[in-house]
């Protein structure tokens, strides 16, 4: 079997400033659209960065629709009732203003009104039939509301299969959105958790990244066409991850005690970007493959911060509670990588053996969950030893994500990581 002797690098156009969201309309027209469909949720649709994005479309002379129905980690049923509005309204443009579920919705959205199709036609197999996307997408802009998804630059959109209780998504380089406007005005209202759960994500996309199967020990594709967007570690997107958990690792803290740090929450966005790039190009693996039936099986839990008219398990928090267990488990196919991405984080690394650098890391991540007030393991989100086996079903059909694991991991050993995973700090 041939492995891939090739990589590639894609991501969004991106514009940084304090106050740059103004600039929305002239970059709407410059990318021809005349009639825009405005996507975000209703919270954040009574808040300035809906009306400054109004604003400035209005100013440069674009008709725009305000679609204010996205649902907080979407699912099948909200994809399609925004899919639908865009079908409806013939829009030849989109303005995602939100987090990661409301930049996700938006992807959806343009991807089936402009090639309407089932919504499993382009799903990720096997849970979907994974077809590929026809062509061009219309124009979407992102503007980021939260540090964390690092949606504003990769070509994925997720989402719960109701039906499965799992978490699923689309993956295609025509989902990328054409801009990330990365305005730190905009993360001036998260709430402490909804800082600590999507900074936290950032910090796993980017650790997933750098650990992840090297792009060369993938079996290459039948045709160049076939190239995932998720192709393994590789050196660019090496220091586009570098760079995040630095980031991170030096500001996170300060972003969740102080709304108004805004050196710190300015630094938080750009992180997210960056390991945005990172991920979007070499994929994540098993704390997110993990992650997806921990939020997809919520019951019960509703954490501050977040909606309150239904259960929800924030997607940063379903990773994180999985991530030092794997990384403990991951590290002896790598360590090296390992204890490099321990130094990010600023431990000394200096005279540790191979052999620890797993736990290594796993502390330096746990710490900082600990700085952030994330809940101490699954168990503190309601699950049991009675839910594992449903978690490792769940877990099993990731393909697109656990197959990059430079350890591959089997029924048996994601069961004991899940169990690991449900206290993490005594």
């Known amino acids: ?14 514009k940084y400033g304090p106050g740059v969201t103004r600039e929305i309309g002239e ?25 400054v994005v109004r604003d400035a479309l209005a100013a440069a002379g674009i008709d725009a629709v305000l679609y204010d129905q996205v649902r907080v980690e979407p699912t099948d049923a ?18 995602a203003v939100g987090g990661g579920s409301t930049m996700d919705t938006a992807k959806a959205a343009n991807l089936y009104a402009t090639y309407p199709a089932d919504l499993l036609e382009y799903v990720n197999p096997p849970i979907g039939r994974g077809q590929p996307v026809p062509g061009p997408l219309k124009p979407l802009i992102a503007v980021p509301t939260t540090a964390g998804t690092g949606s504003e630059t990769t070509g994925v959109a997720i989402f719960d299969l109701l039906e499965m209780h799992a978490k699923t998504g689309i993956a295609h ?27 936290l994500d950032v910090l796993s996309h980017a650790l997933e990244s750098l650990t992840a199967l090297p792009y060369d020990q993938r079996p290459a594709p039948d045709s160049p066409l076939l190239r995932p967007a998720y192709q393994g570690a590789n050196p660019i997107s090496d220091i586009w ?12 803290v300060r972003a969740v005690a102080d709304p108004d740090d805004e050196e710190a929450r300015s630094q938080m966005l750009l992180a997210s970007a960056f390991a945005g790039i ?20 919520v019951r019960r839990f509703q954490p501050d911060g977040y909606p309150t008219d239904h259960p929800i398990i924030p997607h940063g928090m379903s990773v994180i509670l999985n991530a030092p267990a794997v990384f403990r488990f991951t590290a002896p196919a790598n360590p090296q990588r390992h204890l490099d991405a321990a130094g990010l984080m600023g431990v000394d690394t200096d005279d540790i053996p191979a052999e620890q650098a797993g736990e290594v890391l796993a502390q ?63």
Not at 1 to 14: G, K, N, R, V, Y
Not at 78 to 95: E, L, M, P, Y
Not at 174 to 199: C, E, Q
């Open 1 to 14: 079997m041939p492995f891939e002797t090739a990589f590639t690098m894609d991501t969004s156009s991106i």
């Open 241 to 252: 991850a570098s760079k995040a958990i630095q980031l991170v690792s030096q500001y996170i």
């Open 173 to 199: 380089r025509a989902l990328r959105p054409v801009m990330g406007i990365l305005d730190p005005h905009h993360t001036r209202t998260l709430p402490p958790l909804v800082a600590a759960s999507s900074g």
């Open 278 to 297: 990172g991920f979007g190009n070499a994929g994540v693996h098993l704390p997110h493959g993990m992650s997806y039936p921990v939020s997809g099986m």
């Open 78 to 95: 909200s994809f399609q009732q925004a899919i639908t509005f865009a079908t409806d309204g013939n829009f030849d443009g989109f303005v």
């Open 27 to 51: 970059d709407m027209r410059r990318f021809g659209a005349r009639r825009v469909m405005i996507v975000t949720d209703p919270t954040l649709a009574q808040l300035e960065p809906v009306a």
């Open 364 to 426: 330096a991540i746990i710490a900082l969950m600990k700085q952030t007030g994330v809940p101490n393991g699954l168990s503190a989100i309601g699950y049991t030893p009675a839910d594992i086996d449903a978690l490792v079903d769940g877990t099993l059909p990731q393909h697109r994500v656990t197959k990059l694991s430079p350890r591959p991991a089997s029924a048996d050993d994601l069961r004991g990581l899940f169990h690991e995973s449900l206290t993490i700090w005594q």
